[in-house]
């Protein structure tokens, strides 16, 4: 798959996984690899991806020639919104299309299915163009299951579109996995679970799912299962079992998990004991089931006006926090063999994280913005 000669379009290359997989193909060598990408702030796609690729883990000189070929684009556009010659130039030489543009709010559900539904479709209908029937490599996630508790999860029961989901995120996920598998085209769908930003420095991503942590200083407790686990993996196992699945000559299934499982995810107890050191609190965050949070402790624990913007503020984030699902990744396992990426456990590496975050002006912002 990923041999010499062999040219790649990937999109989201300015994003959290997408980014790290731009700087992974460039140490390969390979043939041509594009990076699909919008304008922003008067920052054309040569500049955001330059700027990528230098917050990247080994981060890359913004005036390097990094041999990734910027490309003006939008998924949400018809053809891609591609010049004409940039156009010709991709339906005839790509050989792999790695999808990973997405949006992942919780709260812009017009927005997912905009991105997530329809770019994907528009995505779709551009590898049906194409010359060499190139492979179409989708970044999902673990979520497409939709709403589950307590049990491990493996990939042949996850995708259920017409399932309940606790958001459009996860719906449309799920709603974009199934038109790639009735594409035609030959797939390779990944599943990461939750992707941590561990070994980047940079607040906008560590910002992206950690944004709340800081906000739970000022509360006493929280409805949160403490033998519940939340399964978590770093971005760098990510992109490793993605580029080991695209290294091997043949892949046994066309679907894997990138998740911790049973082994990379400790309970939430665990984790709040790491919180409650690293903001030196005098009295440890109290973790109550959900069962057992009535609305006589509710009116009782969250008593000020700044408790009850902070608590409305999760409302959207608890459900996941109480799903305590794991994500079996044995085929991931047995396909990579020894070449299964390293997976430190979330404990390891959470105090990191919270690290980014304090230095990070715009949580005391929020924090001011909730207090305000």
């Not at 005036?63 to 919104?81: F, K, M, Q, T, Y």
């Not at 905009?114 to 190139?134: E, M, Q, Y």
């Not at 046994?252 to 004991?273: F, I, M, R």
């Not at 959470?350 to 929020?366: I, K, N, Q, W, Y």
Request: glycine letters at 6%; proline letters at 6%; aromatic letters at 6%.
């Amino acid at each position: 798959m990923l041999t010499r000669g062999v040219n790649v379009l990937v999109t989201g290359g300015t994003g959290l996984i997408g980014g790290e997989l731009l700087r992974a193909l460039i140490d390969h060598p390979i043939g041509k690899v594009w990076a699909l990408a919008r304008s922003r702030n008067q920052a054309g796609p040569a500049l955001r991806i330059a700027d990528r690729l230098s917050r990247t883990s080994s981060g890359i000189d913004p005036d390097e020639d990094h041999g990734v070929i910027p490309v003006a684009g939008d998924i949400s556009a018809d053809r891609l919104g591609l010049s004409a010659m940039d156009y010709d130039e991709i339906r005839n030489e790509a050989d792999i299309i790695i999808h990973s543009a997405a949006e992942t709010s919780f709260i812009r559900s017009d927005s997912c299915s905009r991105t997530n539904v329809a770019g994907s479709k528009h995505l779709i209908d551009f590898g049906r163009t194409c010359r060499r029937n190139p492979l179409f490599v989708y970044i999902s996630t673990a979520f497409v299951s939709g709403v589950m508790s307590n049990k491990l999860v493996h990939e042949d029961e996850s995708l259920r579109p017409e399932n309940e989901h606790h958001n459009e995120y996860t719906r449309s996920k799920a709603v974009a996995e199934q038109m790639v598998r009735d594409s035609g085209l030959p797939v390779l769908i990944v599943r990461p679970s939750i992707v941590l930003s561990a070994g980047l420095s940079c607040l906008q991503f560590a910002r992206a799912i950690l944004w709340f942590v800081p906000l739970l200083k000022e509360l006493d407790a929280i409805p949160v299962n403490p033998a519940g686990r939340p399964d978590v993996v770093p971005v760098s196992f990510v992109v490793d079992s993605i580029i080991g699945l695209l290294e091997q000559p043949k892949l046994k299934y066309d679907c894997y998990h990138l998740s911790a499982s049973h082994e990379g995810s400790g309970p939430y107890s665990t984790l709040s004991e790491v919180t409650d050191r690293f903001y030196d609190r005098s009295k440890p965050l109290e973790l109550i089931r959900p069962a057992e949070w009535t609305r006589e402790m509710h009116r009782r624990v969250i008593r000020t006006p700044l408790q009850r913007k902070i608590f409305a503020s999760l409302r959207n984030y608890l459900p996941f926090l109480n799903m305590s699902v794991l994500y079996d990744h044995s085929r991931l396992r047995e396909e990579l063999g020894s070449r299964f990426p390293a997976l430190p456990p979330f404990q390891s590496y959470f105090a990191e994280l919270l690290g980014v975050l304090s230095t990070d002006p715009v949580a005391g912002r929020m924090l001011n913005a909730v207090r305000a």
